[in-house]
């Protein structure tokens, strides 16, 4: 356990965090435009039970909010009254507690938890998930083991061998330890078939009380995820901000991270799974971040994994949740719990009525997250029709001017870019447009009107439960690329993404410039070809239906007819250097 200092009782800032995914993608998407569409123009240019009446302590509601420096305790005696003889096992005992939802596997020995089984969520393997990383628990403790604030207990309890008390009607178990010089309890309970359970830690020796956090360290949650490790976050939702604060494991590198104020929750989550404790309204709460370097069931090689110790006072309760972040399961267990999904802070006003379409179409239509997709991919198409078909025309006007403009670069031809000149090239380009009602960035639009949507369905294939393990013909798992040594999807996307471009009218001349955006189809292949399936199977649909939009186009609309190219007049002085560079 890391020593306290005198810092560590106050709050902490958290730094800024990296960028997020969804700015990365547009970033790449806004770069991969200005290539593709832009090339033309520019070429020249370059988120139970009331507590017990303890025997050593009497029993105090908490108070209001202390400020941030300070972590509130229940009242205490002056000196605290221990049991007269030793609590205490006689040897290592293991427990093992099942609801309708959890198997839950204890130890005496600390009074901690060796395993952690979800019966409604499996792993790669199809057994139960194990949200405990039991290859490195040995090493740094296993969940629910304590650690202490400012006064170390005279023995380890964490190492005690604990008097089991499993309750009559088989929800619940109760843990106590005494030596006459500590004495500790933890108690769990159990609902048959819900998330939510009911903690309580409670630690005193002969001065009183000992504050203590309750710590879970190693990760949480799936292994089998793509790099698990960098998917998991400790997190605490601040009521006064409103915002959800999530922290990796690498921002506790170098030392322990504490927070402390009334949170409404706080604890730790991967992907789509998350352990947090609720206290009660008002109260202050602290979370400590931790970091390990240390491996799991499903690799062995050493990786930051982020931990967790929440608490602060001496007795600690909490209403907890353990648990998959399913929007209705959330939204049963307490509302609150809602923001540990997070779609996204700029594209959430997308992604989220996507997911509830998306699910709508799951139930209601077909059953299959797969074809869900594919049906709502060609809605949105068939949605954004008329913009497409406006965009078209722009296309194909400009293919038209092509001749034109191909003139006027002639015209100017070894101009320099720092030249006067240059600029009297651009001016002539633009009038030419708009004599024509022509706009140049027309056949960006197909592009940009995607983004928003791609961005959306990225953040609910990354963030929504319901699509973990969903399949679709060979497909086994949307959230995640395909498991073949070759995968299907982002080449037949490859091919559409010519396809499609080919089909496309031109505003390229030159040849060059074709070239490199023939490139542009193999750049989306090796940015698409590590993306979860579901994104590439969403992006290789709306090609697709591009496709079948363009033939339907292509035989609706004639070609306009090309206009006249005027004879170009070489800029002033151009003819006579000709000449000279003739000779």
Known sequence: MPDQDSERGKPTSIGPEEPRMEWRLLL??????????????????LYGPPPQQAPSARKAEPGPAQPAKEAPEAAQPAKAALPAGPVTAAKPEEFTLETDLYRVQFSNRGAVVLRWELKKYKDAAGKPLELVN??????????????????KPPVDPNQALFVTRPAPDGLGVEYEFSDGRLWVRKSFRFEKSSYLWRLISEAADNSGGLPHRLLWRAGFGDPAVVNPAAHQRALHYDPTTGKLVTQEAKAAKNEPVLASGPFTFAGIQDTYFAAVFLPRSGSTIELEVLSDSVRSELDPAEALHVGVGVGGAARNEFAVFVGPKDLDVLRQVDPRLEQLVDFG????????????????????VTPNYGWAIVL??????FALLPL?????????KMQALQPQIAAINEKYKGVSLRDPRKQQQNQEIMELYRKHGVNPMGGCLPMLL?????IGFYNVLTVAIELRGAT???VKDLSQPEHLPIRILPLAMVVSQFVMQKMTPSTAMDPRQQRMLLLMPLVFGFMFYHFSSGLVLYWLTSNLVGIAQQVLFNKLTAAPAAAPVPVAKAAPGETRR??????
Do not use: C
């Not at 790449?28 to 240019?45: D, E, N, Q, R, S």
């Not at 490195?136 to 304590?146: K, R, T």
């Not at 995607?450 to 791609?454: C, H, L, R, T, Y």
């Open 28 to 45: 790449a998407f806004l770069l991969t435009g200005v290539v593709m569409f832009l090339a033309p123009y520019i070429y020249h240019k």
């Open 134 to 151: 039991t290859a490195a628990a040995p090493q740094v403790g296993y969940p629910f083991a304590l650690e202490f604030k400012d006064r």
């Open 345 to 364: 802070t700029w594209f959430g006003f997308i992604a989220k009525p996507l997911f509830l379409i998306l699910k709508w179409v799951y139930h209601n």
């Open 376 to 381: 709502l991919t060609v809605f949105i198409n």
């Open 388 to 396: 497409k078909l406006s965009s078209l025309k722009s296309m194909k």
């Open 450 to 454: 995607q983004i928003p949507f791609f």
């Open 472 to 474: 679709w013909l060979w």
């Open 578 to 583: 000709r000449r000279k560079a003739a000779r």
